[in-house]
């Protein structure tokens, strides 16, 4: 088990040095609704389009959403996609873009077709010139860099190969790094690794590995035997390859080879991913974690991306979630702070298979009836959402003097219980709007209710979902609890 408490709560003291290759990603999602009358061409119907920060940047990204700062230094062409990628990072705050500009060569730009209900790459167009810097671009990278260098915890090239990692910035920062004690990793394009000759460890995927050492790179002894060399030849710590469903290897220059498996989870879209295992690694290794708690916080966070479309950062609080079970979370993060919280936390379940519940009330006097019905539903289910009434919709069905406590301490009282693990507060007198939205699996009430009772119950087995009923504990109810307290009912 990961001391993630521990961890996390040092990822914000740290500051990475990230250099590489800018690019502008953008997807555009639609379907094939025809063929083109102009040529025997298919027509993408688009229904919407995104823009994200891409490459390099999106390392940076990720590295801010873990709550560390990233000092970032990269090319950008003068031009419309430059312009829009410089005023995208201007907006992260815990990002300070040190953007270097290069008129003689186009921003980095590429555009994905997706299929937007199957989630399949349909088309890439790519503009870029992937030729190195020239000299002076170069040495301006260098100038931006070498400054930095002492207030990083810990330096990652993010190499794309389209022109600012040349061979002269690679062996300019890592000596430098490593002059100032400075740990550097290197997330390598070329299949050349001695050009990144004494960084503290190199992350190519499989095939980045296999290409570089001519192995099979099929298992782990064929792994560690090329990786052994590469790193005698390249001096460094350690080898990591990444390795998609098949999870990741390290390969340490002492000690024994560490295998992470993947999380098994649906994968939507793998655009990105690697992004964000080198940047929780740099996170992670910055912040005291070992190789191995690292590795397993990256996969963790790996399996969190894939599960997102587009280029996809992952931030500290879904990591924490696919880390932690949920009854080590913190009440407040058991408590939705919007719909599309919650709608991305369904989505993740889903991924993952598991069977959703559902249940509500006011639980304005949290009492053993509450609990029973509770823990009864919790055992229906694999994950369970509490549909809690608010302030407005407790008063009119209970009438004056209710609630006696607020939303947000029933909320919190409810979220405490390891039998819940999400509460949604909801407006209306009724939970159906929020039932819809949810689309649970199960639907459980108390045994006070029958069938027919239940509010949702035709919506829920209209989808193949079951309605359950638990028997209630009798001689409980706030009701009762008011009166006997000399409240009012």
């Given at each position: 088990?990961?001391?993630?408490?521990g961890l996390s709560q040092a990822f914000c003291r740290q500051t990475v040095?990230?250099?590489?290759?800018?690019?502008?990603?953008?997807?555009?999602?639609?379907?094939?609704?025809?063929?083109?009358?102009?040529?025997?061409?298919?027509?993408?119907?688009?229904?919407?389009?995104?823009?994200?920060?891409?490459?390099?940047?999106?390392?940076?990204?990720?590295?801010?959403?873990?709550?560390?700062?990233?000092?970032?230094?990269?090319?950008?062409?003068?031009?419309?996609?430059?312009?829009?990628?410089?005023?995208?990072?201007?907006?992260?705050?815990?990002?300070?873009?040190?953007?270097?500009?290069?008129?003689?060569?186009?921003?980095?730009?590429?555009?994905?077709?997706?299929?937007?209900?199957?989630?399949?790459?349909?088309?890439?167009?790519?503009?870029?010139?992937?030729?190195?810097?020239?000299?002076?671009?170069?040495?301006?990278?260098?100038?931006?860099?070498?400054?930095?260098?002492?207030?990083?915890?810990?330096?990652?090239l993010s190499d794309y190969a389209k022109g600012v990692l040349t061979a002269?910035?690679?062996?300019?920062?890592?000596?430098?790094?490593?002059?100032?004690?400075?740990?550097?990793?290197?997330?390598?394009?070329?299949?050349?690794?001695?050009?990144?000759?004494?960084?503290?460890?190199?992350?190519?995927?499989?095939?980045?590995?296999?290409?570089?050492?001519?192995?099979?790179?099929?298992?782990?002894?064929?792994?560690?035997?090329?990786?052994?060399?590469?790193?005698?030849?390249?001096?460094?710590?350690?080898?990591?390859?990444?390795?998609?469903?098949?999870?990741?290897?390290?390969?340490?220059?002492?000690?024994?080879?560490?295998?992470?498996?993947?999380?098994?989870?649906?994968?939507?879209?793998?655009?990105?991913?690697?992004?964000?295992?080198?940047?929780?690694?740099?996170?992670?290794?910055?912040?005291?974690?070992?190789?191995?708690?690292?590795?397993?916080?990256?996969?963790?966070?790996?399996?969190?991306?894939?599960?997102?479309?587009?280029?996809?950062?992952?931030?500290?609080?879904?990591?924490?979630?696919?880390?932690?079970?949920?009854?080590?979370?913190?009440?407040?993060e058991k408590i939705a702070r919007s719909a599309d919280d919650l709608d991305?936390?369904?989505?993740?379940?889903?991924?993952?298979?598991?069977?959703?519940?559902?249940?509500?009330?006011?639980?304005?006097?949290?009492?053993?009836?509450?609990?029973?019905?509770?823990?009864?539903?919790?055992?229906?289910?694999?994950?369970?959402?509490?549909?809690?009434?608010?302030?407005?919709?407790?008063?009119?069905?209970?009438?004056?003097?209710?609630?006696?406590?607020?939303?947000?301490?029933?909320?919190?009282?409810?979220?405490?219980?390891?039998?819940?693990?999400?509460?949604?507060?909801?407006?209306?007198?009724?939970?159906?709007?929020?039932?819809?939205?949810?689309?649970?699996?199960?639907?459980?009430?108390?045994?006070?209710?029958?069938?027919?009772?239940?509010?949702?119950?035709?919506?829920?087995?209209?989808?193949?979902?079951?309605?359950?009923?638990?028997?209630?504990?009798?001689?409980?109810?706030?009701?009762?609890?008011?009166?006997?307290?000399?409240?009012?009912?």
């Open positions: 088990m990961i001391d993630f408490d040095l990230c250099v590489g290759d800018l690019m502008l990603d953008e997807f555009v999602y639609g379907e094939i609704s025809r063929i083109s009358p102009e040529a025997p061409a298919p027509v993408i119907a688009v229904q919407r389009s995104e823009t994200n920060v891409g490459g390099a940047g999106n390392v940076a990204r990720n590295i801010a959403a873990l709550g560390a700062r990233c000092v970032f230094v990269g090319l950008a062409g003068e031009d419309g996609a430059g312009g829009r990628l410089r005023a995208a990072l201007s907006r992260e705050t815990l990002i300070e873009p040190l953007l270097i500009s290069d008129p003689a060569r186009p921003t980095t730009r590429k555009v994905r077709f997706v299929s937007e209900h199957f989630s399949t790459h349909m088309l890439r167009a790519d503009w870029e010139t992937p030729a190195p810097a020239s000299g002076a671009v170069e040495q301006a990278l260098i100038d931006a860099i070498l400054p930095q260098l002492p207030r990083a915890d810990i330096v990652l002269r910035v690679i062996r300019t920062v890592i000596d430098a790094a490593r002059g100032l004690g400075k740990r550097v990793i290197v997330d390598p394009k070329s299949a050349n690794f001695g050009i990144y000759r004494g960084a503290t460890l190199l992350t190519p995927n499989r095939k980045e590995f296999a290409d570089a050492t001519r192995s099979r790179a099929d298992d782990q002894a064929s792994i560690a035997a090329a990786a052994r060399e590469v790193m005698r030849l390249a001096n460094c710590e350690a080898l990591l390859v990444t390795q998609s469903e098949h999870g990741m290897t390290l390969v340490p220059g002492e000690g024994e080879v560490i295998h992470v498996p993947a999380h098994t989870v649906k994968v939507r879209d793998v655009t990105g991913a690697g992004d964000t295992v080198v940047a929780t690694l740099a996170v992670s290794l910055a912040a005291g974690a070992d190789w191995e708690t690292a590795l397993r916080t990256a996969s963790a966070a790996a399996a969190v991306a894939v599960g997102k479309s587009g280029t996809a950062i992952v931030t500290l609080a879904e990591l924490r979630r696919n880390i932690l079970p949920p009854a080590s979370l913190a009440a407040e991305a936390r369904l989505s993740a379940w889903r991924d993952q298979g598991l069977r959703i519940g559902f249940t509500n009330g006011c639980f304005d006097i949290l009492h053993p009836g509450h609990v029973k019905v509770l823990t009864g539903a919790r055992a229906t289910c694999d994950r369970l959402i509490v549909g809690l009434n608010s302030d407005a919709s407790v008063a009119r069905l209970k009438g004056e003097g209710r609630p006696i406590q607020n939303e947000r301490a029933r909320a919190e009282v409810l979220a405490a219980l390891e039998a819940v693990d999400l509460v949604v507060i909801f407006e209306e007198d009724t939970p159906l709007k929020l039932i819809e939205r949810t689309g649970p699996n199960v639907l459980v009430k108390g045994g006070d209710y029958s069938l027919e009772q239940v509010v949702g119950q035709e919506f829920v087995t209209a989808r193949g979902g079951e309605v359950v009923l638990i028997d209630i504990l009798h001689g409980f109810s706030t009701t009762s609890l008011v009166k006997r307290a000399g409240g009012r009912a």
